[in-house]
């Protein structure tokens, strides 16, 4: 591998990696949801921790 080649692979990876620093991991999060919790029975669950129990990474309860 030539030099150039070399220096040119180095900066693509560094242009890379600092990109995916940039990336918040709630933007990584796949299938975020919101969860809500409502006693009336008008939600997604009755009681938090249900909600909770539920929830994945990522999810706001």
Same mark, same amino acid.
């Given at each position: ?10 900066? &693509?990876?560094? !242009? !890379?990696?600092?990109? &995916? ?8 999060? &796949? ?6 919790? +409502? @006693?009336?029975? #008008?939600?997604?669950?009755?009681? !938090? @921790?249900?909600?909770? +129990?539920? &929830? #994945?990474?990522? +999810?706001?309860?």
């Amino acid at each position: 591998m030539t030099e150039r080649n070399l220096c040119i692979m180095l900066v &693509a990876l560094l !242009i !890379i990696t600092t990109h &995916a620093t940039l990336i918040s991991p709630t933007q990584l999060a &796949a299938g975020q949801q919101t969860i809500i919790v +409502d @006693q009336g029975g #008008n939600g997604d669950y009755l009681t !938090i @921790q249900e909600g909770v +129990d539920a &929830a #994945n990474h990522g +999810d706001t309860v």
